[in-house]
């Protein structure tokens, strides 16, 4: 059942992406900023974490989920650091997915060879 709850908000969360795609003039960018500011948002008031303990990884992997895990770590740094906090806990949280995205697009770069489209 776990997986049919992670299938179903992972791929809820992709089909309103889908949506916005199809439907509005926003560019990728937009939506993909726009995901991890509602994230942010629903973390910072407490919604989110509750989504996450219900659908598990179809929450907190796609875009959403970052900006969550960003505003759980700001609010943790806050309360042990003060204010400095604000600047340091988002990135403090969220360091290993950071890393790995980094080291992924190194990798990636060093396997394939960059073309142009045409």
């Known amino acids: 059942m776990d997986y ?4 179903l908000v992972g791929g809820g969360l992709c089909l309103i ?16 900023v726009s995901y991890v ?6 973390g ?8 996450i303990e219900f659908a598990g990884a179809g929450a907190s992997v796609p875009l959403t989920g970052f900006g969550s895990l960003l505003a759980k770590g700001v609010k943790e740094a806050v309360t042990e650091d003060g204010f400095l906090g604000v600047f340091t806990g988002g990135l403090k949280a969220a360091s290993g997915g950071i890393t ?4 992924a697009g190194l990798t990636a770069s060093f396997l394939f060879k960059a073309r142009d489209k045409s």
Do not use: N
């Open 4 to 7: 049919v709850k992670a299938f």
């Open 17 to 32: 992406g889908q949506i916005l795609i199809d439907k509005t003039k926003l560019t990728p960018a937009r939506i993909l």
């Open 37 to 42: 500011v509602a994230g942010v948002i629903l």
């Open 44 to 51: 910072a008031v407490g919604l989110y974490p509750k989504l």
């Open 100 to 103: 790995a995205a980094i080291v």
